[in-house]
């Protein structure tokens, strides 16, 4: 049994659920008794619970061509220790639109083969250890948002892993899904290994590690971004190499999407932050082209349709309130930070540099649009912000563009109101959010603002007809989840406004 003495808390944002945190958390035993459950079987542990960590656990308890006893294992802290606890009680820590995430769920449940725990011991009963922790980038901004300097800081990535190194079998898969500076496994993770494995008088020339980059896309298609989806991988040799592709091929349908291997680790990662380097480049070039439209009275949606015409523009971006979530925020950061700090170059990657800071003034410059149609003052006006969440139908606030614009309301002494449908408690903010729609708009608003684009916002005439019995308001659409109808419909008793939309604001050019 767990031996604990119990001190902080730790509430799931979730169900809003309080979980004592021990003290100490000797789970020796527990661990024990649940591989004896599963003799014979390779154990797998999975390293960080979060939005990625959890679901790739639940994919390789499902795993299709052979059967795993998987542990997942996080930090008994009040950001993870809620998680640990609500899948061993039968409550997976992860909310999507994605009905492959409850059946998966209840069929390792049905099987046994899914544990949790943050005790390290779990490393030394491993043949495959995967790393899905986060590795986060400290940025400075000015008031406007806009990016003042940043850090990163490898120092928490080192500690997990030479936890893993202090415990684990010499022989041992370390597969890194996190998202790292380009050179680092091979210039960080396995010399960390290899040193801790010295310091335990084991041999080194055993280990392996690889890199594959997961895809993980948080919606409907949760689970299907793992397990049905192109993979990059590649080890810091051959032999961790072939081990890394041996255990995809357990897990991914590779007859359908093949996977593909680089030569080395740096290129692995190379790709991924270049892949989301890319789109958030091309987000804040659509950040820039928004802001013109407005100015210009223009419809940039009808604009954007128009040239998706083309085939070669069908993947042009659509306007929002800015990038959020765990990877576009940072990783062109963490790319421009490797050429300099790793690889020793005296030039950074200046446009991804100025992408992020693009993006991350998004929020700012929504919020003095919605303000600008305010002249008195936003003082003690009462606003409903309906969604927190950085992405539709999911409930991550890692990031979310939201805070920032929930931020500056609140700095004017705006009595805010928080709406989401996949998340009841705001970690980042320490703020409790509905999740009732019909009974907060049961209140009135002075102005209500779309800063998230669930589905119950969107193609919902029940919605629409809840708005329509406001008192007349200012209804502002940060991520176009109106369709043309629904703003003809509201304009007859509300001012209706949508980000990108220049010919609602009544500018003729």
């Not at 930090?75 to 899948?87: E, G, H, N, R, Y």
């Not at 989806?229 to 093949?258: C, K, Q």
Request: with cysteine; glycine share 8%; net charge negative.
């Amino acid at each position: 049994m767990l031996q604990e003495t119990l001190l902080r808390k730790s509430i799931s944002p979730i169900t809003g659920k309080e979980y004592l945190i021990p003290e100490h958390a000797d789970d020796k035993n527990g661990i024990d008794d649940f591989i004896a459950q599963h003799p014979g079987k390779k154990v797998v542990v999975v390293q960080g619970l979060g939005f990625v960590g959890a679901v790739m656990s639940l994919v390789v308890a499902n795993a299709l061509t052979e059967e795993y006893a998987v542990i997942g294992i996080d930090l008994a802290t009040p950001a993870s220790w809620w998680k640990i606890q609500s899948i061993n009680e039968g409550a997976f820590p992860v909310i999507a639109d994605d009905p492959k995430i409850g059946i998966f769920y209840r069929q390792a449940r049905e099987k046994k083969n899914l544990y949790a725990t943050s005790d390290p011991y779990a490393y030394s009963k491993a043949d495959v250890i995967i790393v899905d922790i986060n590795l986060d980038v400290q940025k400075e901004s000015v008031a406007n948002g806009e990016l003042k300097k940043y850090e990163v800081d490898l120092t928490p990535f080192r500690k997990a892993i030479a936890g893993i190194g202090s415990f684990c079998r010499p022989d041992v898969l370390v597969l890194v899904e996190t998202t790292v500076p380009p050179g680092t496994c091979a210039k960080v993770v396995k010399p960390l290994l290899e040193e801790k494995l010295e310091e335990r008088k084991l041999p080194v020339d055993q280990i392996k590690v690889g890199h594959s980059y997961e895809r993980v896309m948080p919606g409907p298609k949760y689970v299907d971004s793992i397990q049905n989806f192109y993979r990059v991988f590649s080890g810091v040799n051959e032999e961790s190499a072939d081990a890394t592709e041996r255990f995809l091929r357990t897990i991914i349908r590779t007859d359908e999407y093949p996977l593909t291997r680089l030569g080395i680790t740096h290129a692995t990662e190379m790709a991924k932050v270049l892949e989301n380097s890319y789109r958030a480049m091309n987000i804040a070039f659509m950040v820039e082209w928004s802001r013109f439209a407005e100015e210009a009275g223009v419809d940039i949606y009808e604009v954007v349709n128009a040239i998706r015409m083309r085939p070669t523009h069908k993947n042009i971006m659509l306007p929002g309130l800015g990038v959020g979530g765990y990877c576009l925020t940072k990783d062109p950061l963490l790319a421009s930070w490797a050429k300099m700090n790793l690889f020793g170059s005296k030039e950074n990657l200046r446009q991804s540099e100025t992408g992020v800071s693009i993006n991350d003034r998004m929020p700012f410059y929504a919020f003095q649009f919605l303000a600008s149609q305010f002249p008195g003052s936003l003082k003690g006006k009462k606003a409903l912000l309906l969604g927190v969440s950085y992405l539709n139908d999911v409930g991550d606030t890692r990031y979310t563009p939201v805070q920032g614009f929930y931020e500056q309301l609140n700095a004017q002494d705006c009595l805010v109101t928080l709406h989401d449908p996949h998340v009841v408690y705001w970690e980042e903010k320490n703020l409790q959010v509905n999740s009732d729609l019909t009974g907060l708009l049961q209140d009135n608003y002075d102005l209500i603002v779309i800063t998230t684009g669930h589905k119950d916002y969107r193609n919902n005439p029940v919605f629409i007809n809840h708005l329509l019995a406001q008192p007349s308001s200012f209804i502002y659409d940060t991520i176009g989840v109106f369709s043309n109808e629904d703003i003809k419909t509201l304009s007859a008793k509300h001012i209706v406004r949508v980000l990108g939309r220049g010919d609602l604001n009544g500018v003729t050019g």
